[in-house]
């Protein structure tokens, strides 16, 4: 089992940045892949970025590639979105997710990650 808790949203204008935390319990926080979702009020859950264990490798969404990274610190069992040049469309609650594991063939997919946190609220005015 993970527990996992966001953190680090808020309300900003756009063009400016955010970065947004997630807090896993659990001593085996390496061994799972970790990813960033969104959803916006009437629209579905989208994926982010995500991120494999161990090795850094990173998949982004195009809408995030080039201002979004995602990052983790295994010794401190959390993973990071940092989020630079905000859009309106920004706007969403953000999620984290854990998975055993990713390949380039499912890590966009929502079922694949075993494990939701409750997410946290991105508003970005215009």
């Known amino acids: 089992q993970v527990q996992l808790v966001e953190s680090g949203g808020g309300l900003v204008q756009a063009g400016s940045s955010l970065r947004l935390s997630c807090a896993a319990s659990?001593?085996?926080?390496?061994?799972?892949?970790m990813g960033w979702f969104r959803q916006a009020p009437g629209k579905e859950r989208e994926f982010v970025a995500a991120?494999?264990?161990?090795?850094?490798?990173?998949y982004y969404a195009d809408s995030a590639k080039g201002r979004f990274t995602i990052s983790r610190d295994n010794a401190k069992n959390t993973v990071y979105l940092q989020m630079n040049s905000l859009k309106p469309e920004d706007t969403a609650v953000y999620y984290c997710?854990?998975?055993?594991?990713?390949?380039?063939?499912?890590?966009?997919?929502?079922?694949?990650?075993?494990?939701w946190g409750q997410g946290t609220q991105v508003t970005v005015s215009s």
């Open positions: 659990g001593r085996t926080f390496s061994s799972y892949a």
């Open positions: 991120i494999r264990g161990t090795g850094g490798i990173t």
């Open positions: 997710a854990a998975a055993t594991t990713i390949y380039y063939t499912n890590y966009s997919k929502r079922g694949t990650y075993a494990y």
